[in-house]
């Protein structure tokens, strides 16, 4: 057939691009749902996808074209995550239209100048409007939702969910026109998110019609939708199952099922630290041989608390063998800050050999810079103050703002044991026993950690914000990195 890039928006992204828009497998079956999609025969679809595999491309950009080129008199309704991300997408379709209308049979009315709000001389067209704000006096035959939740932290945050939920039931579902087809495009983050709850909800769908989840894991599963090996990449000729493996690697098991393979693990009763293993070194994590090593930084990370008492977590970081260790706990019930550092001094005469190290490191919690309207001191500057005192080096590395408590964990799961098998992180249970009981006997509470028990949490805690600053999880648009404040006492370093 001649015109048959007509017939479907992938065939016609590849026709108007002159092939540079290409055709792999998953992308001609996509383009094949979302015929679909467009005709009714499938009029609510979720599409499930990695990063970076061309479905927003597609169902964000070419396929409004090609559906108003077919039906030039409804409407396209378009959100994502912040308004000027989907007028990008809107002004793609509209500058589509006005490069190649005499092909597509579609006119732009004379006054479409906005991105976000334009329309055809037929009197249909696109409105786009970030997700939480509104598509006001207009419905739509059409409404694609795509990428509702920007980032990790966005994922992870309760709130801001709930928030995308009722700006779905609000308003983004009761404007769609009767016999309208609903698109959600997304990579998965959380269990919770918007396709979690839309799936989740059999009172969404009051008309009774169901929904369709189109889930294509960057490498294949039993039973793949188009027809892949177990094992198979979804886009080889773009990532191949080498260059998948390395992200893998990169980023750790959970954001790879999560964002990769399209199945967010539950949260909810899991063991927060699944990946500690009580064997020895190195197939697990506990090394009872560990010691202090001279002439690398000494570290001490620092959980605040009156209640039951200070934290503080002794070890080291060997950049070169990118390995973490945790040798000594520093506790007792109601210690001070004070008290603490009075601790680790007397230890470090009397049973670490005396000063053998270029300085100290010390990491910790962001709400210690916080001051208090007594004295406008913080519990950061009560920290620089005793260790001035007793004369031990320091640089400050604390982050102006903490990461989510999800985020935070999954780095140190990432450390414990990466998804090639590597450990990254060993403690010496004699010298750390409050440490390993955390890793035994925290859980998961919904999205936060169980700490029902007040004896628990404080030394994973305090070595989770040195875990989350030394080998943060990579290259997956998470937010919240840390940001590094030098301190100095005599000899300190002023800059990390």
Request: some cysteine.
């Amino acid at each position: 057939m001649a015109n048959a890039w007509r017939s479907n928006p992938a065939l016609l992204a590849h026709r108007l691009t002159d092939g540079r828009f290409t055709l792999p497998p998953h992308i001609r079956h996509l383009g094949r749902k979302l015929v679909d999609v467009a005709l009714g025969r499938c009029p609510r679809l979720v599409i499930s996808e990695p990063p970076r595999h061309a479905k927003s491309t597609l169902a964000s950009h070419w396929f409004p074209a090609w559906y108003l080129s077919l039906f030039p008199a409804n409407r396209v309704m378009l959100a994502g995550y912040e308004a000027t991300f989907a007028a990008a997408w809107g002004r793609r379709v509209r500058n589509t239209i006005e490069a190649h209308g005499r092909t597509l049979g579609v006119g732009l009315s004379a006054d479409s100048a906005a991105a976000d709000a334009w329309e055809t001389t037929a009197g249909g067209g696109m409105r786009t409007a970030g997700v939480g704000g509104p598509f006001t006096g207009h419905g739509g035959n059409v409404l694609i939702v795509d990428d509702p939740i920007k980032n990790s932290e966005e994922a992870n945050s309760q709130t801001i969910r709930d928030k995308v939920w009722d700006w779905w039931l609000s308003t983004a579902r009761t404007r769609l026109e009767p016999g309208g087809s609903i698109l959600i495009v997304m990579t998965r983050w959380h269990e919770d998110d918007l396709v979690g709850r839309v799936l989740g909800q059999a009172d969404d769908h009051p008309d009774g019609v169901p929904w369709e989840v189109l889930r294509l894991p960057a490498l294949a599963e039993a039973n793949d939708p188009i027809g892949r090996a177990p094992g198979e990449a979804l886009w080889p000729d773009r990532y191949d199952a080498a260059a998948l493996a390395a992200i893998r690697r990169d980023v750790g098991d959970y954001v790879w099922d999560a964002l990769y393979q399209q199945a967010p693990p539950s949260l909810a009763g899991n063991a927060a630290y699944a990946k500690f293993s009580t064997e020895p070194y190195p197939a697990g994590n506990v090394d009872a041989g560990l010691r202090l090593v001279p002439d690398w930084p000494l570290q001490l990370s620092i959980d605040f608390n009156r209640v039951p008492g200070m934290h503080g977590v002794v070890g080291q970081h060997f950049p070169h063998e990118d390995c973490l260790t945790a040798v000594d706990e520093i506790h007792s019930p109601g210690m001070t800050i004070i008290g603490m550092l009075a601790e680790l001094k007397r230890r470090v005469d009397a049973e670490y050999g005396g000063w053998r190290w270029p300085h100290l490191e010390v990491f910790g919690d962001a709400s210690g810079r916080i001051t208090s309207m007594r004295d406008g001191k913080s519990s950061w500057d009560a920290v620089e103050v005793e260790l001035r005192h007793h004369g031990i080096p320091y640089q400050l590395c604390v982050p102006l703002t903490n990461p989510g408590v999800v985020n935070r964990v999954n780095a140190f799961n990432y450390a414990l044991k990466t998804a090639d098998d590597r450990i990254r992180y060993r403690v010496n249970p004699g010298g750390c026993p409050r440490l390993v009981k955390d890793f035994k006997a925290m859980r998961w509470d919904g999205n936060e950690l169980s700490k029902r028990d007040r004896r628990i949490s404080h030394s994973s805690d305090a070595e989770g914000y040195r875990v989350w600053q030394l080998a943060p999880i990579q290259d997956v648009g998470l937010t919240g990195a840390p940001t590094l404040v030098a301190g100095g006492g005599d000899g300190a370093y002023g800059g990390y």
